[in-house]
């Protein structure tokens, strides 16, 4: 069986670079003592050759390391 690639949904805040954008993600989270949901946010670098833009939602799948910090690929703009 082989292993399923990680998948996120976010929406882009910088595009700036030339092949690459900024996505953040965003996840909800139970605060361990007190219960209350928290979100939670995270910046991705995900190559862009679909064209997305400022304001995007998009999805991005892991991939192998192509810079420094571009570990994500956009699949489809949504």
């Not at 805040?13 to 209350?36: F, L, N, R, W």
Request: no cysteine; glycine share 6%.
């Amino acid at each position: 069986m082989q292993n399923k690639r990680k998948e996120r949904i976010g929406v882009v805040i910088s595009d700036k670079q030339e092949k690459t954008v900024v996505v953040q993600g965003e996840t909800i989270a139970q605060h361990p003592v007190y219960k209350k949901y928290i979100k939670r946010r995270r910046k991705y670098y995900a190559h862009n050759e679909k064209g997305a833009k400022l304001g995007n939602k998009v999805r991005i799948i892991e991939t192998r390391p192509l810079s420094k910090l571009k570990r994500w690929r956009i699949v489809e703009i949504l």
